[in-house]
T-cell receptor, first 112, second 117 residues
């Protein structure tokens, strides 16, 4: 069956450290993968898109890797800040129409 | 603010009533998507439009659900004879597909939270 797995347990890290979130998937062959941030009561906010032919993409303190052999994406936030605390969602482009299939998200808490 | 706008933000209604939500996408976007999100889960795809044409509907979208996008601008999602299980956050997203820089990511509104009493 098709699955997208993100660590359901909250990730607690200290301010200034690097947070690493994992997205694993099975039985999909996505053309691209996206990461979103979601705060309570708000809609997801787009962060980064990485295509199947790209290994890594960066934006300011964010870095995403995409390994289509391992079927895994890693999302890194360097020099983390309390304001980075949120739920981070991994989403795969699946099927026609570019619709997205989401993981359940990982809650990140950055502590002082 | 030129982001995706959804109204109302919250809707509380009794079981069996009909409800309608509205989504105003980013103006130049030709694709519009509806998703549903329940607590602790990621958004689940419901349906999408390319301009005014509804091109795909998920099996999650029972015949009590209908969506429209007249004139390819705003969209409405109607739920008839609401049930307890319809309680969720209904999210709208839009994107530009086929533009000069290729397909662009989806941008979401803040959703309509539906509570069925």
């Amino acid at each position: 069956s098709q699955k997208i797995e993100q660590n359901s347990e909250a990730l607690n890290i200290q301010e200034g450290k690097t947070a690493t979130l994992t997205c694993n998937y099975t039985n999909y062959s996505p053309a691209y993968l996206q990461w979103y941030r979601q705060d309570p009561g708000r809609g997801p906010v787009f962060l980064l898109l990485i295509r199947e032919n790209e290994k890594e993409k960066r934006k300011e303190r964010l870095k995403v890797t995409f390994d289509t052999t391992l079927k895994q994406s890693l999302f890194h936030i360097t020099a983390s800040q309390p304001a980075d605390s949120a739920t981070y969602l991994c989403a795969l482009e699946t099927g026609g129409g570019n619709k997205l299939t989401f993981g359940t998200g990982t809650q990140l808490k950055v502590e002082l | 603010d030129t982001g995706v706008s959804q109204n109302p933000r919250h809707k509380i209604t009794k079981r069996g009533q009909n409800v309608t939500f509205r989504c105003d996408p980013i103006s130049e976007h030709n694709r519009l998507y509806w998703y549903r999100q329940t607590l602790g889960q990621g958004p689940e795809f419901l349906t999408y439009f390319q301009n005014e044409a509804q091109l795909e509907k998920s099996r999650l979208l029972s015949d009590r659900f209908s969506a429209e996008r007249p004139k390819g601008s705003f969209s409405t999602l109607e739920i008839q004879r609401t049930e307890q299980g319809d309680s969720a956050m209904y999210l709208c997203a839009s994107s530009l597909v086929g533009g000069p820089v290729g397909n662009q990511p989806q941008h979401f509104g803040d959703g309509t939270r539906l509570s069925i009493l």
